[in-house]
C-alpha cells in the first residue's frame, strides 16, 4: 500500500490492495505450506530476509512456501477477499526468494457466497506469468471482476513473498436502509484516497481502515513542512451522501500532530480525471472550518460543525501546516 517508487504501475500507487488482512482477506487453504505459512503471503509489512532465522522445516521465510514437488502437479493457495472488489493489477513479490521461487504464477478468480467447489466456474484474469527472483511482478488485469474469491497457483512449485492485488472495494448501495448513517469514507464501502501533497512517512491508505492506528506508522504522516502553506488529502466517498459526522483521530501522534484541521466537500461530476478534482478542490467550499487539534485524540464534528452543502462526493482534509492523523472517518447518509 505504501511506496515511493515512481516507476511503480498506475494501479499499484493509486488502487487499495485488496488482499490485505486489514480488509479482511485471509488464505483459506493451500495445497502446501511446508516452508512458510501461506498467512504471510498476505501480510501488509514489506518481506524481510532473517540470514539465521530456521524453525523445524528449515530456512524460515517471509512469504508462502510450498515443498519440492516430485510428482508434476503444481501448488495453490485459495484466498477469500474480506470485501468484493474490481481488481485491475497485481503484484506477484519473489523478494528474497532466490534459489526457491517459482517459474510462473497464475491466477484464477470468481464470485460467490460459499468457498469455491469442484463445480466453481473460473476466469483467468493472470495469464500463466514467468517469473524471477527477488523481484516484484507487476501485472495488469482485464477481466476486472467483482470477485470475492481469488486462486494462486504456483508452477510448479516454490515461495511467494508478497501478492497483491490492486483495485476497488464494491458495495451493493441499493441494500443501504432510508436515513441509514454509513461510514461513506471506509476503504471496505468503496473510499478511496484519490490524491496527497506528501505522504513521506506511515500508510496513507491506513487512514480509511477499521480500528485506531496500531502505532505511529499506522496512519498518514507528512514531512516537516519548511515553507508556507499546509498539507492536505483528497478522499473519494463510497457513494455521494450528505454529511452527518467526521472523526479526526490523531492516535500514536504526539509530538507530531497536526496543530489544526479543516475539511472542504464538494460533489464531483461521474468520470472527472482525478488531476482535475485536484485542481477544483482548491475552491471548494468549507465542509469544517479550521479547528485546533490535540495530541492522541479523537476530535469528533457533527450538527452545526458541519456546513449544509447536501449530497457530496469528494472531501478534502487540509492539515496546518502538517503532521500526522492516523484515522478520518466520515459518516453520512448515502444520497441514493
Not at 517508487?5 to 490492495?17: G, Q, S, Y
Not at 488464505?27 to 524453525?55: C, G, N, Q, T, W
Not at 491466477?107 to 483467468?124: K, L, N, Q, S, Y
Request: with cysteine.
Amino acid at each position: 500500500m505504501t511506496t515511493t517508487d515512481t516507476n511503480l504501475p498506475d494501479f499499484a500507487t493509486r488502487m487499495v490492495n485488496l488482499a490485505s488482512p486489514r480488509l479482511g482477506t485471509v488464505a483459506v487453504r493451500a495445497s502446501d505450506e511446508f516452508f512458510a505459512a501461506k498467512e504471510r503471503m498476505l501480510a501488509d509489512s514489506e518481506p524481510v530476509f532473517i540470514a539465521d532465522k530456521y524453525d523445524d522445516h528449515g530456512k524460515w521465510m517471509d512469504g508462502w512456501e510450498s515443498r519440492r514437488r516430485r510428482d508434476g502437479g503444481e501448488d495453490w493457495c485459495l484466498i477469500r477477499l474480506g470485501v468484493a472488489g474490481m481488481i485491475h493489477g497485481v503484484d506477484i513479490d519473489t523478494r528474497h526468494f532466490t534459489g526457491n521461487y517459482p517459474p510462473a504464477a497464475s491466477i484464477e478468480a470468481c464470485a460467490g457466497e460459499a468457498e469455491p467447489g469442484p463445480d466453481a466456474v473460473w476466469t483467468r484474469i493472470v495469464a500463466p506469468t514467468a517469473l524471477g527472483p527477488g523481484a516484484r511482478h507487476f501485472v495488469a488485469v482485464a477481466e476486472q471482476g467483482p470477485w470475492n474469491w481469488v486462486r494462486v497457483t504456483m508452477h510448479p512449485d516454490g515461495g511467494i513473498a508478497r501478492l497483491r492485488l490492486y483495485g476497488q472495494p464494491v458495495r451493493d448501495w441499493s441494500t443501504a436502509k432510508p436515513d441509514e448513517e454509513v461510514e461513506l469514507s471506509a476503504l471496505r464501502n468503496g473510499g478511496r484516497v484519490v490524491a496527497y501533497n506528501n505522504a513521506h512517512y506511515g500508510n496513507v491508505w491506513a487512514l480509511l481502515t477499521e480500528g485506531r492506528g496500531r502505532d505511529m506508522g499506522d496512519g498518514w504522516e507528512t514531512r516537516r513542512r519548511r515553507e508556507p502553506g499546509n498539507d492536505w488529502l483528497i478522499v473519494a466517498l463510497g457513494t455521494p451522501g450528505v454529511i452527518t459526522r467526521i472523526e479526526v483521530d490523531t492516535a500514536h501522534f504526539k509530538g507530531n500532530f497536526p496543530d489544526r484541521c479543516s475539511l472542504q466537500a464538494a460533489l464531483v461530476k461521474d468520470g472527472l480525471p482525478d488531476s482535475a478534482v485536484v485542481t477544483q478542490a482548491m475552491f471548494w467550499p468549507g465542509l469544517v472550518d479550521e479547528r485546533k487539534l490535540r495530541a492522541d485524540s479523537i476530535h469528533g464534528f457533527d450538527g452545526a460543525d458541519i456546513a449544509a452543502l447536501g449530497p457530496v462526493s469528494h472531501v478534502k482534509l487540509n492539515i496546518h501546516p502538517d503532521g500526522g492523523v492516523s484515522r478520518l472517518r466520515i459518516f453520512g447518509r448515502p444520497a441514493g
